[in-house]
């Protein structure tokens, strides 16, 4: 069983930044491409980032890209996702998903690939 705990989430300003971490547990970390997700109210649930198992190749939606970092730690088994420039509309429940792959520089931005998904974390950007 994969465990993904995702954490940092809060209410932040306009403008302002929040760093997502996602603790995973329970298989070999460096096995699994890793993914940041969010679903706003009333939206379905959308791709943000995506990064692969060395941390090599990266993928960012439209809406993010030059704003958001995505970056593991393959020792701390943990995956974190920096955003600055925070706007209103980033406002959502944001969820890390795991796919394992035997690909080591391969990225998905498809929602189906991936095998597990952490309990989310809300975010909140005030106006």
């Known amino acids: 069983q994969v465990l993904l705990v995702e954490s940092g989430g809060g209410l932040v300003q306009a403008g302002g930044s929040l760093i997502l971490s996602c603790a995973a547990s329970?298989?070999?970390?460096?096995?699994?491409?890793m993914g940041w997700f969010r679903q706003a109210p009333g939206k379905e649930r959308e791709f943000v980032a995506a990064?692969?198992?060395?941390?090599?190749?990266?993928l960012y939606a439209d809406s993010v890209k030059g704003r958001f970092t995505i970056s593991r730690d393959n020792y701390r088994n943990t995956v974190y996702l920096q955003m600055n420039g925070l706007k209103h509309e980033d406002t959502a429940v944001y969820y890390c998903a795991a796919d394992q792959t035997d690909q080591w520089g391969a990225v998905t931005t498809m929602i189906s690939d991936y095998d597990y998904w952490g309990q989310g974390t809300q975010v909140t950007v005030s106006s």
């Open positions: 990064i692969s198992r060395s941390g090599g190749n990266t």
């Open positions: 329970g298989r070999t970390f460096s096995n699994w491409r």
